[in-house]
């Protein structure tokens, strides 16, 4: 459902998938002057790109496997969405303890090293040594913990940089429909026909599909393709615990098996921690598993002073990574990056693979092949909620941050908690929010509130908001839930039993 009726006109460019990829490609299409749809058969962003870890990182462990080219892509391109989206974005510290019988100091010193000089820095700080005996970060570790090395990356609110850039390509003219599946494109004298499942028809000269795990499929049995590189999936899951320390830093865990799990602050109270890594055969079938559940709690518990049981869970999700297959290399080994795929004989691409840190020049690249004569913008261009004036000299995150101490102190009248609260969720669209005021309480989140996801963030139901445009389903109770279901004309007799174990992979029944 959307609030915009399909149109009858041509469009230049239609996109399968409202995941970051095809969200990216959607702004960055449109900025140029195309005529663009995108149709998305769940939530925006409801599905691999609401379930990441979130970090904008160059990816410290693929260096062990070489991938410079990838690494220092991702390096360069963390600055730039630092700047971008500061509302939604900001450098994260990870502390990385040495282990013993893992990767020798002197490998993580060089690796380190390497990270730090890939490409340029202005926002994110190079990486030190860490003695834990005197560091606050040692705190929250075992005594037996004593060396460390501290590097930095970004973290990202994957979900939110979605809705970001849809808004930003809708305001550029993109006809943006959500919970509309693509039943059948058919190419015939120039012009692809494309079924919506809502019975509809729409017209585009090419076609990018952005299917993520559902690409492959997408390209058989929509486009009628069998040229699409094979998919390897590996879901990868997380849970959620109580915070297990009050620093700022998020720890980055080696393991006996040679993997790595994070500890990442998250939402103020929170710890997130993931992830695991398991072949599996289709995206539906995504959801965490005891055993991953209990791998993730060991692992942290490997270095914890005070270890996490079950009773710490407040949450989990899993999300399927869509990675090139590539014969002989194992989850570990095969590329993050992404391929793209021209189809033969007609004007359709596909988009395989991929990180939320590069789906900006992912979409860059998508439109050098599709409207050479147009000139890349996006670079500089701050995303919709990030637009704050800078001074001369700022960086964006010196901007937002002095922008919401004066946002703080303009509305002393609302609790400041509730200021940065939603600050960092809108970003700039806070500001007029707040001065219109915010309306009745409903279930511990604001009327204005609700109606903005609705109105302007095509938020549908209460799980949208609760758990993709906010992650408020973290902190209601089970009764301010069922409030926003009733809000959103739902029975609350759904609403699950505390604590909420797994959060369902959004599947578009493809
Ligand atoms: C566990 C995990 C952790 C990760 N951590 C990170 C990280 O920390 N940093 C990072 O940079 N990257 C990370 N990634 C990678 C990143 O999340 C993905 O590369 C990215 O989200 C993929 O986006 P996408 O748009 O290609 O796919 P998706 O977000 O899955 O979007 C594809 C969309 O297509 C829709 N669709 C499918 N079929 C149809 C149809 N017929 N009609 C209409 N719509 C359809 C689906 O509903 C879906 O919403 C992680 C991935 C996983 C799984």
Same mark, same amino acid.
């Given at each position: 459902?959307?609030?915009?009726?399909?149109?009858?006109?041509?469009?230049?460019?239609?996109?399968?998938?409202?995941?970051?990829?095809?969200?990216?490609?959607?702004?960055?299409?449109?900025?140029?002057?195309?005529?663009?749809?995108?149709?998305?058969?769940? /939530?925006?962003?409801?599905?691999?790109?609401?379930?990441?870890?979130?970090?904008?990182?160059?990816?410290?462990?693929?260096?062990?496997?070489?991938?410079?080219?990838?690494?220092?892509?991702?390096?360069?391109?963390?600055?730039?969405?630092?700047?971008?989206?500061?509302?939604?974005?900001?450098?994260?510290?990870?502390?990385?303890?040495?282990?013993?019988?893992?990767?020798?100091?002197?490998?993580?010193?060089?690796?380190?090293?390497?990270?730090?000089?890939?490409?340029?820095?202005?926002?994110?700080?190079?990486?030190?040594?860490? /003695?834990?005996?005197?560091?606050?970060?040692?705190?929250?570790?075992?005594?037996?913990?004593?060396?460390?090395?501290?590097?930095?990356?970004?973290?990202? /609110?994957?979900?939110?940089?979605?809705?970001?850039?849809?808004?930003?390509?809708?305001?550029?003219?993109?006809?943006?429909?959500?919970?509309?599946?693509?039943?059948?494109?058919?190419?015939?004298?120039?012009?692809?026909?494309?079924?919506?499942?809502?019975?509809?028809?729409?017209?585009?000269?090419?076609?990018?599909?952005?299917?993520?795990?559902?690409?492959?499929?997408?390209?058989?049995?929509?486009?009628?393709?069998?040229?699409?590189?094979?998919?390897?999936?590996?879901?990868?899951?997380?849970?959620?615990?109580?915070?297990?320390?009050?620093?700022?830093?998020?720890?980055?865990?080696?393991?006996?098996?040679?993997?790595?799990?994070?500890?990442?602050?998250?939402?103020?109270?929170?710890?997130?921690?993931?992830?695991?890594?398991?072949?599996?055969?289709?995206?539906?079938?995504?959801?965490?598993?005891?055993?991953?559940?209990?791998?993730?709690?060991?692992?942290?518990?490997?270095?914890?002073?005070?270890?996490?049981?079950?009773?710490?869970?407040?949450?989990?999700?899993?999300?399927?990574?869509?990675?090139?297959?590539?014969?002989?290399?194992?989850?570990?080994?095969?590329?993050?990056?992404?391929?793209?795929?021209?189809?033969?004989?007609?004007?359709?691409?596909?988009?395989?693979?991929?990180?939320?840190?590069?789906?900006?020049?992912?979409?860059?690249?998508?439109?050098?092949?599709?409207?050479?004569?147009?000139?890349?913008?996006?670079?500089?261009?701050?995303?919709?909620?990030?637009?704050?004036?800078?001074?001369?000299?700022?960086?964006?995150?010196?901007?937002?941050?002095?922008?919401?101490?004066?946002?703080?102190?303009?509305?002393?009248?609302?609790?400041?908690?509730?200021?940065?609260?939603?600050?960092?969720?809108?970003?700039?669209?806070?500001?007029?929010?707040?001065?219109?005021?915010?309306?009745?309480?409903?279930?511990?989140?604001?009327?204005?509130?609700?109606?903005?996801?609705?109105?302007?963030?095509?938020?549908?139901?209460?799980? /949208?908001?609760?758990?993709?445009?906010?992650?408020?389903?973290?902190?209601?109770?089970?009764?301010?839930?069922?409030?926003?279901?009733?809000?959103?004309?739902?029975?609350?007799?759904?609403?699950?039993?505390?604590?909420?174990?797994?959060?369902?992979?959004?599947?578009?029944?493809?």
């Amino acid at each position: 459902m959307s609030s915009q009726a399909p149109s009858p006109r041509i469009h230049d460019l239609l996109i399968i998938g409202g995941g970051i990829n095809g969200a990216g490609i959607a702004r960055d299409a449109s900025g140029r002057g195309l005529d663009v749809a995108l149709i998305e058969a769940g /939530d925006l962003g409801g599905a691999t790109s609401s379930a990441s870890t979130k970090l904008i990182h160059g990816g410290l462990r693929y260096l062990e496997f070489y991938a410079f080219g990838l690494v220092r892509k991702a390096l360069a391109e963390r600055e730039v969405l630092l700047d971008l989206a500061p509302h939604i974005t900001w450098p994260q510290s990870f502390v990385l303890p040495h282990a013993p019988k893992s990767r020798p100091e002197w490998m993580l010193r060089a690796g380190l090293f390497l990270y730090d000089h890939l490409a340029r820095r202005r926002i994110v700080p190079g990486s030190e040594r860490v /003695d834990l005996r005197q560091d606050k970060a040692g705190r929250a570790l075992a005594p037996s913990n004593t060396r460390a090395f501290r590097y930095w990356d970004g973290w990202v /609110d994957d979900a939110r940089l979605v809705i970001a850039n849809l808004q930003d390509a809708r305001s550029r003219g993109a006809l943006i429909l959500s919970r509309t599946r693509v039943l059948r494109a058919e190419y015939a004298e120039g012009l692809w026909s494309v079924s919506l499942s809502d019975g509809t028809t729409l017209s585009a000269r090419q076609i990018v599909n952005t299917a993520g795990p559902w690409a492959e499929i997408v390209a058989r049995t929509v486009l009628g393709r069998n040229d699409a590189p094979a998919l390897r999936l590996v879901q990868g899951s997380h849970i959620v615990t109580k915070r297990v320390h009050l620093g700022r830093d998020a720890f980055m865990l080696q393991q006996p098996d040679g993997r790595i799990i994070f500890i990442i602050p998250y939402e103020r109270d929170f710890s997130l921690i993931g992830t695991t890594e398991r072949d599996i055969a289709a995206p539906e079938a995504a959801a965490i598993t005891e055993s991953e559940t209990d791998y993730l709690l060991e692992a942290a518990n490997r270095y914890l002073l005070r270890p996490l049981s079950r009773a710490d869970v407040v949450h989990s999700f899993a999300g399927v990574r869509p990675l090139v297959l590539e014969a002989g290399k194992d989850d570990r080994e095969t590329t993050r990056d992404y391929k793209l795929m021209a189809h033969e004989g007609v004007p359709a691409l596909t988009v395989v693979g991929g990180k939320i840190t590069t789906y900006r020049v992912l979409a860059e690249e998508v439109l050098k092949l599709l409207a050479k004569d147009s000139k890349p913008w996006t670079a500089s261009e701050p995303l919709p909620g990030g637009d704050v004036p800078k001074q001369a000299g700022e960086t964006g995150q010196e901007a937002f941050a002095r922008w919401l101490e004066e946002l703080v102190a303009r509305n002393e009248n609302y609790d400041p908690k509730l200021v940065r609260r939603l600050a960092h969720t809108i970003g700039t669209a806070a500001g007029p929010l707040l001065e219109a005021g915010l309306g009745a309480n409903i279930g511990g989140m604001f009327e204005a509130e609700l109606q903005y996801y609705r109105d302007k963030e095509w938020a549908t139901t209460a799980e /949208d908001v609760l758990w993709r445009r906010t992650k408020m389903g973290l902190h209601l109770s089970n009764a301010g839930k069922a409030e926003i279901m009733r809000w959103f004309g739902e029975d609350p007799g759904e609403v699950q039993p505390e604590p909420a174990l797994t959060h369902r992979f959004a599947t578009p029944g493809v």
